[in-house]
């Protein structure tokens, strides 16, 4: 009988997926790049050499993205930014540009995200997820397309996604639905611009335990045990599998890719079973009492 042993564990910390010096001369643009994945996807990019401009509403995300990216030696701009407004998003780009040079590569990292159960959700919360994880989504890729439209030079987005955009999500009905048009919006800008030489993508995080999750989230992991036998691959992920996807999807290696998805999680949004468990409520789930008006 075979052993149960998992996927292999990843190639070790500092290693890179590419051809060192891949990224040399290039920009990268994270949004919410100060923190958690974005931090680890932007410092991948770093260490192929890219110039990197982090993008973030909270000055100690962006100290913490630009002390992550310069132990890399690589260049770095910090910019404030709430991606729910295109007027700060242009003054973002307009810092880089100075700075760098028009962006060649974006990261459209930044999101809202909170287990709420759907009948709990406020409509400012539905708005608030919505409008950042859809809406600035958005604002960012045409604020990154119109430029490079007109300037005439091709580029390369890549938006992250959530595997819940395909199957929804209990307790995430705000995100899962955003996330569900971040997925469709990314399949028909791939259409609409790759005539013009930009590739969009999208890059589905699989569980990738950091130090930077939220409160909320976090409890909700810690009430998990066993957290590696509860994926197929019998453990989670390293934030550097997850910067080395990003790294090739917006690579000269990945120029035929566009208008894909990829799902980064050793396939657990895929599992199933052959009995189903018992349902248990997504209000006993997070330890909520019987709803009341």
């Not at 990292?109 to 608030?128: C, I, K």
């Not at 019998?234 to 120029?255: D, I, K």
């Amino acid at each position: 009988m075979a052993e149960i042993t998992g996927l292999p564990e990843p190639a070790p910390e500092g290693a890179t997926a590419l051809v060192p010096g891949t990224y040399d001369g290039q920009t990268v643009f994270v949004t919410g790049g100060g923190t958690g994945l974005g931090k680890a996807i932007a410092t991948e990019f770093a260490r192929l050499g890219a110039n990197l401009v982090i993008a973030s509403r909270k000055p100690e995300h962006l100290e913490a993205g630009q002390a992550a990216i310069e132990e890399t030696g690589a260049e770095v701009l910090v910019v404030g930014c709430d991606i729910r407004q295109a007027e700060q998003i242009a003054e973002a780009f307009d810092a880089a540009t100075g700075r760098f040079g028009l962006p060649d590569v974006l990261i459209n990292n930044a999101a809202a995200n909170f287990p709420v159960p759907a009948e709990d959700m406020s409509p400012n919360a539905w708005r608030t997820v919505v409008d950042i994880t859809l809406n600035g989504t958005f604002f960012c890729a045409r604020e990154f397309a119109r430029r490079h439209l007109a300037a005439g030079t091709p580029g390369s987005i890549v938006n992250i996604g959530a595997s819940y955009a395909w199957t929804g999500g209990p307790g995430f009905a705000h995100s899962a639905a955003a996330k569900a048009g971040v997925k469709s919006m990314t399949e028909s800008l791939a259409v609409e611009w790759g005539p013009y030489g930009i590739q969009v993508n999208g890059l589905v995080p699989g569980l990738f335990p950091h130090e930077d999750m939220t409160a909320d989230i976090r409890s909700s992991l810690d009430r998990t045990h066993e957290k590696d036998p509860c994926q197929p691959a019998m453990r989670v992920g390293q934030l550097r599998e997850l910067g080395w996807a990003a790294t090739f999807l917006a690579s000269p290696f990945a120029r035929f890719i566009s208008g894909h998805t990829m799902v980064v999680d050793g396939a657990n949004w895929q599992r199933r079973s052959m009995t189903n468990p018992a349902v248990v409520t997504i209000r006993d789930q997070m330890g909520k009492g019987p709803f009341e008006l």
